[in-house]
């Protein structure tokens, strides 16, 4: 399987081996610090301040039906281009400390949240573990993390093709861009 380059190019501030990454962001409610896309927005500034992390680029925010259960609203989503000196388990951590800063609360499988954060590709690297399995498992039916993936990186390739030409990239069944 061919990802992209795993190594982005080092800086001048410390960082010497850099892994170009993608998170999958999603929410669909609202609490007493934000609505959906508020949540994802705050996610995105804070992975922008980060001390580990730089060059964060952020998709448009699209409008999504659930999966798994219907009785629950419609998510927003984006992903997120990001590179990082953070392990593949570290960045999984920062990624649950965001959902819990949202405060998320897990009420059912594939059920609403105020935040969820996916590690999508870690560079090329295959993870396969109890705890993490990079490319995010199911990525390829997943209009609302191919669309934003194809927005910010065309030319990226999974499982030896580039996203663009995996047809699900260009399905926007249930799909509408926000922003």
Not at 82 to 110: G, N, S
Request: glycine letters at 6%; one cysteine or more; charged letters at 20%.
């Amino acid at each position: 399987m061919s990802l992209t380059s795993n190594k982005a190019s080092a800086s001048n501030d410390g960082f010497s081996t850099l892994t170009r990454c993608y998170l999958g962001l999603g929410s669909n409610l609202s609490n007493e610090i934000g609505t959906p896309s508020q949540h994802i927005e705050q996610a995105i500034d804070r992975l922008a301040a980060h001390a580990d992390i730089r060059h964060v680029r952020a998709s448009s925010l699209y409008a999504s039906q659930p999966m798994g259960p219907q009785d629950q609203p419609d998510f927003v989503n984006a992903v997120v281009e990001l590179d990082t000196v953070l392990t593949p388990d570290a960045l999984l951590d920062l990624c649950q400390c965001l959902e819990q800063q949202a405060m998320r609360v897990r009420l059912r499988h594939w059920g609403e949240r105020s935040l969820d954060v996916d590690v999508l590709l870690y560079g090329a690297t295959l993870i396969d573990t109890p705890r993490l399995t990079v490319p995010h498992a199911g990525i390829l039916e997943r209009n609302f993390v191919l669309i934003p993936l194809a927005e910010l990186n065309p030319e990226l390739c999974l499982f030896e093709q580039r996203i663009i030409d995996i047809p699900m990239s260009h399905d926007w069944t249930g799909l509408v861009r926000l922003s």
